[in-house]
T-cell receptor
């Protein structure tokens, strides 16, 4: 199966940390991704992690991967109003086919 | 480099009609994928083309078809439109890299079926 699941909504206050969670089912995934979609725009790649890694940090973004539980999370430190968007996690198998989650709509409250 | 472009950006059709959407990938990208995005369903994979060949297909009825031209531009066709086909259709292009395969998305075509 290629089910990728995310919670639909998350609200945080400006300056707090946001944590967006994702579970996937295919253990043969090679790469896992986080994409951001702003209103009226396509998806923009934020970060990715190779399946043999546990953690990746990129400025305010931290990705944690628990391969045993097939759980991926994205932490955004010091969340800003400009971070309000829909965040999608995705897995790729053999670098060809991508499976996306339903997306988590993040609302940052000033 | 210009990004992925999709035309038209908006379309309104009626049930039973057919529609063709176009996607121009980033120069040098040979892989083009199509997705359907609906609220609550996320992105559903339609198909992927590489060098004019369909390599992968999602779980959509035969009314959805596509093709890719020698210049890597791709078209997607939906015949006999249904109300449930109303969605944002996204195209993504990629260049197979040796480490990971980043997909670059276009802004999408918003299709409304009345």
């Amino acid at each position: 199966g290629e089910d990728v699941e995310q919670s639909l909504f998350l609200s945080v206050r400006e300056g707090d940390s946001s944590v967006i969670n994702c579970t996937y089912t295919d253990s043969s995934s090679t790469y896992l991704y986080w994409y951001k979609q702003e209103p009226g725009a396509g998806l923009q790649l934020l970060t990715y992690i190779f399946s043999n890694m546990d953690m990746k940090q990129d400025q305010r973004l931290t990705v944690l991967l628990n391969k045993k539980d097939k759980h991926l999370s994205l932490r955004i430190a010091d969340t800003q109003t400009g971070d309000s968007a829909i965040y999608f996690c995705a897995e790729s198998i053999a670098r060809i086919q991508f499976y996306f989650g339903t997306g988590t709509s993040l609302t940052v409250i000033p | 480099k210009a990004g992925v472009t999709q035309t038209p950006r908006y379309l309104i059709k009626t049930r039973g009609q057919q529609v063709t959407l176009s996607c121009s990938p980033i120069s040098g990208h040979r892989s083009v994928s199509w997705y359907q995005q609906t609220p609550g369903q996320g992105l559903q994979f339609l198909f992927e083309y590489f060098s004019e060949t369909q390599r992968n297909k999602g779980n959509f009825p035969g009314r959805f078809s596509g093709r890719q031209f020698s210049n890597s531009r791709s078209e997607m066709n939906v015949s006999t439109l249904e109300l449930g086909d109303s969605a944002l259709y996204l195209c993504a292009s990629s260049q197979i890299a040796y480490r990971y395969n980043e997909q670059f998305f276009g802004p999408g075509t918003r299709l409304t079926v009345l």
